[in-house]
């Protein structure tokens, strides 16, 4: 059981750019869905949760109203779609999953983690 990243890219700033996270072996009912980064010289920071549970979606307000988590009708793939894109928002992402854990997650809460995908933001 897997989680397997794709997406992401080089994008200009103002643009968009989705980052997926596809399930491998399980599905993702049941679980908590969420997003991290990792910027070099800085802390990991948590972006995006989702709760298939209850459907609560959270975010911390860097990126609040630019970014969106959600999940296939499939229930089989976790997809974050990011606008309005700054330099800042430049990182390593990582799609994380958690069993019976509400948002927001910690790191080390979750029992998957994708394997990480580059997303830079630079004209």
């Known amino acids: 059981m897997q989680l397997v990243q794709s997406g992401g890219g080089l994008v200009q700033p103002g643009g968009s750019v989705s980052v997926s996270c596809a399930a491998s072996?399980?599905?993702?009912?049941?679980?908590?869905f969420s997003w991290f980064r990792q910027a070099p010289v800085k802390d990991r920071e948590w972006v995006s949760c989702l709760n298939t549970n209850t459907g609560d979606r959270f975010y911390p307000d860097s990126v609040k109203g630019r970014f969106t988590i959600s999940t296939n009708n499939d229930l089989d793939a976790v997809r974050m779609k990011m606008d309005t894109l700054k330099p800042e928002d430049t990182a390593l992402y990582y799609c994380?999953?958690?069993w019976g854990v509400g948002c927001p997650t910690g790191w080390t809460d979750n029992d998957f983690w994708g394997q990480g995908i580059q997303v830079t933001v630079s004209s």
């Open positions: 072996g399980f599905s993702l009912d049941h679980y908590t």
């Open positions: 994380t999953a958690a």
